[in-house]
């Protein structure tokens, strides 16, 4: 699963969310991510064709408002711009591309994105320099395309979303990059603490931060884009790290998701989370919270032990 959720600009608790579509588009990438939870996907598992994006587009309109799609990256698809324009034409009111945002550093794919239909993009920015961006994603020049492509979509009027992947390398420099998200006019940031599957899990030692380590760095992002007005959400962080920052979890605004993954649909992603991504140990037994926290992903306690998890003793606020 992708550590991502792909929020869009929405208020409304997941109850009172319309159903969205989250499609996975195929595997390949430009970059290559230190922390990628697809891992080697996209050596094993083809593209999805254009008729089978274009059926599951029409399949799932019956049930979706809204659309995400994602990868792998989407935005190098050949045909991503006809798919845009497919969703739009089946009536989809959110259409979002998540990507690693560089090919939005060129004008003419953002202007014909905008004319199929884009409803809001959600680039993936990692470090506030080139140094640091570059040398997780391991692609040189992708923090410059990324940052040209937030401002073209904001020139080009499309709501900027943006995710972090929150590892070991990148957790001192979370304040300077909220500082560029509000520099960058984006109107949404994401601090997605890393999921330690895929190659993240491979990598687990130098990349899985400690909670305790990166929470003052985390709260502090999320103060400052709070400040500028900007909404920002922190996901895969339980509540027991959080106090005072119960704003902020994601997982309290995430729509109800289907994920058409590779080779196998989650019908409901917020079900897969509690159930299956997530877990509980026994501090969560004692917690005021354990009703409504999803835990951490199961792969971090797994490594770590529970030694972290404080057990909350007071009421957690209404959603």
Same mark, same amino acid.
């Given at each position: 699963?992708?550590s991502?959720? !792909?929020?869009p600009v929405? =208020?409304?608790a *997941?109850s009172?969310? #319309?159903?969205?579509? =989250? ?5 390949a990438?430009?970059?290559?991510? +230190? /922390?990628?939870?697809?891992g080697?996907?996209r050596?094993q ?11 599951l587009?029409?399949e ?11 990868g792998g ?14 969703? !739009?034409?089946l009536?989809y009111?959110?259409i979002?591309?998540q990507?690693? @945002?560089?090919?939005?550093?060129y004008? *003419? /794919? ?6 199929a ?5 959600s680039?993936?920015?990692? @470090? ?11 692609a040189?020049?992708? $923090? ?6 937030i ?6 009027g ?6 972090t +992947?929150?590892?070991?390398?990148n957790?001192?420099d979370?304040?300077?990059l909220?500082e560029l998200?509000?520099?960058? =006019?984006? %109107?949404? +940031?994401?601090?997605a603490?890393? !999921? ?11 990349v899985? *931060?400690?909670?305790?380590d990166a929470?003052p760095h ?6 400052i ?6 909404? @920002?959400y ?6 027991c790290?959080m106090q005072g ?7 309290? !605004?995430?729509?109800?998701t289907c994920?058409v993954?590779?080779?196998?649909v ?7 989370r509690?159930?299956?991504g997530?877990?509980?140990?026994? #501090?969560?037994a %004692?917690c005021?919270h354990v009703q409504?926290?999803?835990? #951490? $992903?199961?792969?971090? #306690?797994?490594?770590?032990g529970w030694?972290e998890? +404080?057990p909350r003793t007071d009421?957690?606020a209404?959603a």
């Open positions: 699963m992708s991502n959720p !792909h929020l929405l =208020d409304e *997941p009172a969310s #319309p159903q969205r579509l =989250d499609l996975k588009v195929g595997f990438c430009n970059n290559r991510c +230190v /922390f990628c939870v697809q080697d996907k050596d598992i083809p593209p999805r064709s254009t008729a089978e994006c274009r059926a587009l029409e799932h309109r019956a049930t979706s408002s809204g659309v995400v799609f994602t990256e989407a935005s190098i698809r050949n045909d991503i711009v006809d798919l845009v324009a497919h969703a !739009h034409g009536g009111e959110v979002q591309l990507t690693n @945002g560089r090919r939005m550093a004008v *003419p /794919f953002v202007e014909a994105l905008v004319a239909g884009l409803t809001e993009v680039p993936a920015l990692h @470090g506030s320099t080139a140094a640091m961006h570059d040398a997780l994603t391991r040189p020049g992708a $923090w410059a395309q990324c940052v040209r492509g401002q073209n979509a904001r020139r080009h499309i709501p900027v979303i943006t995710n +992947v929150v590892v070991q390398r957790v001192t979370l304040p300077a909220a998200f509000v520099r960058l =006019d984006v %109107q949404q +940031v994401q601090f603490y890393v !999921h330690p599957s895929g190659t993240a899990g491979e990598l687990f030692d130098e899985v *931060p400690r909670f305790t929470m985390v709260r502090r992002a999320l103060d884009v709070s400040r500028a007005g900007i909404r @920002g922190a996901e895969a962080i339980p509540f790290f920052y119960e704003d902020f979890v994601v997982e309290r !605004h995430i729509p109800r994920v993954d590779a080779p196998m989650i019908a409901d992603y917020t079900a897969y509690w159930t299956e997530k877990a509980k140990g026994p #501090p969560c %004692q005021s409504v926290c999803e835990g #951490p $992903w199961h792969e971090y #306690p797994n490594k770590y030694s998890f +404080v009421p957690p209404p």
